[in-house]
């Protein structure tokens, strides 16, 4: 089965920029989705489709996708950035959708 | 709004039975796909169940394939999931959400989540 492979966390100062990966063969053929999870909370889809971004996310989220590497990129990050970030693709070959293992960032 | 309402979690014995429910209502129910998303205590987020448009077409994980069943009734908008067999595994909260296109799309609303715990 397809996997997505993350970091398991990233720690970033206030106003700096937080860089989070998701590997996968050929990710780049597929389309991503992002989502973030406050504690106690539901997840909230940030970006979908690689690089599109859900009315009421701040412009300062975004996403890549290219080769085996998708990326969530969080300028100017905020306090109330702190979650947990999971990527998610649709694999074709099994028609199952699969998750990354989740990232917690950490804002210093 | 999109409102997306599960119930029916609790408590259950291994090998026991259990059926969730999730109440939609905000949008057009027949028009999006459905999903199940589960998460373990402390675990991250693992994609459960979905459904198509009118329910001829079901998706499911390996972890579960056999044992639940996935389901929905339009004229009443909302989702089921039959989970039968059940393991100490299968302990998470449970998410219902709506599938933002047909499959593959995005999980665009979710509900707030209903644990299901099984122990002996």
């Known amino acids: 089965s397809y996997v997505l492979t993350q970091s398991p966390s990233v720690s970033v100062a206030p106003g700096q920029t937080a860089t989070i990966t998701c590997g996968g063969n050929?990710?780049?053929?597929?389309?991503v989705h992002w989502y973030q999870q406050k504690p106690g909370q539901a997840p909230v889809v940030v970006i979908y489709?690689?690089?599109d971004r859900p009315s009421g996310i701040p412009e300062r989220f975004s996403g890549s996708n290219s080769v085996n590497t998708a990326t969530l990129t969080i300028s100017k990050v905020e306090v109330g950035d702190e979650a947990d970030y999971y990527c998610?693709?649709?694999?074709?070959?099994?028609?199952?959708?699969?998750f990354g293992s989740g990232t917690e960032v950490t804002v210093l | 709004q999109v409102q997306l309402v599960e119930s029916g979690g609790g408590l259950v014995k291994p090998g026991g039975s259990l059926r969730l429910s999730c109440a939609a209502s905000?949008?057009?129910?027949?028009?999006?796909?459905m999903t199940w998303i589960r998460q373990a205590p402390g675990k991250g987020l693992e994609w459960v169940s979905s459904?198509?448009?009118?329910?001829?077409?079901?998706y499911y994980a390996d972890s579960v394939k056999g044992r639940f069943t996935i389901s929905r009734d339009n004229a009443k908008n909302s989702l089921y999931l039959q989970m039968n067999s059940l393991r100490a595994a299968d302990t998470a909260v449970y998410y219902c959400?709506?599938?933002?296109?047909?499959?593959?799309?995005?999980?665009?609303?979710w509900g707030q989540g209903m644990l299901v715990a099984v122990s002996s």
């Open positions: 998610q693709v649709w694999d074709t070959i099994s028609d199952q959708y699969v």
């Open positions: 905000g949008f057009t129910f027949r028009d999006y796909y």
């Open positions: 459904i198509s448009f009118t329910g001829t077409t079901m």
């Open positions: 489709d690689d690089i």
């Open positions: 050929n990710i780049g053929g597929k389309s």
């Open positions: 959400a709506r599938v933002s296109t047909d499959r593959g799309g995005e999980f665009d609303d």
